[in-house]
């Protein structure tokens, strides 16, 4: 009854979820990694942009300059926000797609039997 059900029959499966989890991990830390850098970045030049303020004028643009920031930041966030749905949907998609061949396989591996 076992005999066409082999090793590489429960194992596969489990090995292309672990390589889909795993490269989905390293993508999100290389994305949060390439975030912070981003943000680390904006904090320096935007402290020294206020260091550099001499009077109202450089008042008035540094705040005009961070109004333009917190748009592009919150552009920024909802195109990185509708992104990320759409790779959870892949993700998703991908997971669904393994656990069905998995299961169409050791079907026809058990009527086999």
Do not use: C, H
Request: cysteine-free; aromatic content about 8%; overall charge neutral.
């Amino acid at each position: 009854m076992f005999n066409t059900f082999t090793a590489e029959t429960f194992t596969a499966p489990v090995e292309k979820l672990v390589s889909l989890n795993l490269s989905v991990f390293k993508k999100t830390v290389d994305a949060q990694t390439k975030s912070m850098n981003s943000l680390v970045e904006l904090t320096d030049s935007r402290l020294k942009a206020m260091a550099g303020i001499k009077d109202a004028e450089g008042f008035k643009t540094f705040v005009t300059e961070q109004n333009e920031i917190a748009k592009d930041s919150f552009a920024k966030a909802l195109n990185e926000s509708k992104d990320a749905a759409a790779e959870v949907k892949a993700y998703n998609d991908e997971v669904m797609k393994i656990v069905t061949d998995s299961v169409e396989v050791n079907s026809k591996a058990k009527k086999a039997a």
